[in-house]
């Protein structure tokens, strides 16, 4: 069975970096595009990133300039790398892997369990 397994989160001081990855277990699935989500105390889901098949990428108007989002299709793994952290980048952020299995056209949806990060003053 294929998952996304995410690792990377963890707790920073402002202006730090950290460094998320979430990649698909298992063999035979192919990553085409990838986003990160993350959730925090008081707002709902919201997406702050993502990449399309062909590497264009769109983020958030929060994280614009600091986090970028990347995609090494040989490991088929999606990465976020955030800069210049904030108190307010503090949540659980989720990734989604977007692909196909084997030799299946089916376009499959993969959700990470969610890492933590928390950025402290």
């Known amino acids: 069975q294929v998952q996304a397994v995410e690792s990377g989160g963890g707790l920073v001081q402002v202006g730090g970096s950290l460094r998320l990855s979430c990649a698909a277990s298992?063999?035979?699935?192919?990553?085409?595009?990838g986003a990160w989500y993350r959730q925090g105390a008081e707002v709902g889901r919201e997406e702050v990133a993502s990449?399309?098949?062909?590497?264009?990428?769109d983020y958030a108007y929060a994280v614009k300039g600091r986090f970028t989002i990347s995609r090494d299709d040989a490991s088929n793994t999606l990465y976020l790398q955030m800069n210049s952290l904030k108190i307010e980048d503090t949540g659980v952020y989720y990734c989604?892997?977007?692909?196909?299995?084997?030799?299946?056209?089916?376009?499959?949806?993969?959700y990470g369990q969610g890492t933590q990060v928390t950025v402290s003053s």
């Open positions: 989604r892997l977007s692909g196909t299995r084997g030799r299946s056209l089916a376009l499959v949806e993969l």
């Open positions: 990449i399309g098949v062909h590497g264009n990428t």
């Open positions: 298992g063999s035979g699935f192919t990553v085409y595009t």
